[in-house]
């Protein structure tokens, strides 16, 4: 699986928050960004967004799979993901959004920028076919072992409206503990969680223009309803986190030990 790629284009292009931002992250969870890079950068994530988005597919998170169908499952995603794009394009580090985004999530974990690690995630809904993602909490698909304080900046490479599957944030929810998550359809083999019987009251749509970032705390519900419309969806997503921390007593989810199960069943089913 290899895939090359040049440079990112220069990009002088700085965006940090104020203390509003940070007082309004705080009350409610997420905060959002109008612009985080340029035109020509924006063209360069897409570029190579979509050369990653057409990696071979394994069926399983070491490439593009398809979160949304069981482990395994090959073809064309209905809910697309690439976890850790950096794997394959390290350059993105260089970027002004991977820049700014780091700065800001700096402010908004409130902790010296040596100490924030970060990763990345790819996600993208297909024209028509896109799936939901459905309601959840970062902090539902982590390791129950481990506390985080963490943050996620999500940046659409596409503008994107309530048909095609922005973001909706219920303010404040980042307050409260982390829900009980289902796998849908309870397959335990799929990787997508949702929380159930539960009314997203107060939940608030959030379209914004290609390059724009809102960050939420891994605590906050958010939820996307499928694409419907003709055009794409593409998200690039980052987490910025301090090293997670061992917790004494394990977090109650059994949802992620029966999805470790799963996927460790039908890998040892696919590769024989
Ligand atoms: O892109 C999506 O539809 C969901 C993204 C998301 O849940 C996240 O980045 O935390």
Known sequence: MSVSFGPPPRADHVVDADDDDVAFFGANGYVVFDRMTTDAELDWLRSVYDALANLPRSGFPDTVFDPSRPYGTK?????????????????????????????????????????????????????????????????????????????????P??????????????????KGEVHHHHHIGDDASVHVLEIRNFEPLGAVPVPMRAGGMSFHHPRTLHYARPNTTGGNRRAWANEFQTAPIKLEVRANRPWIDEGRRAMRERMEVARG
């Open 157 to 174: 490479l596409d503008d994107v409206t309530i048909d095609n599957g922005c973001l909706w944030f219920v303010p404040g929810s980042h």
């Open 75 to 155: 073809e064309y995603p209905e809910l697309g993901q690439l976890i850790r794009p950096e794997r394959f394009c390290p350059q993105v580090v260089d970027t002004a959004m991977w820049k700014n985004a780091k700065r800001i999530a700096t402010k908004l974990l409130a902790v010296p920028v040596e100490k924030v690690e970060n990763w990345g995630h790819l996600v993208f809904k297909p024209p028509h076919i896109g799936r939901e993602t459905p309601w959840h909490q970062d902090e539902g698909y982590w390791d129950p072992d481990l506390s985080y304080h963490a943050v996620g900046g999500w940046m």
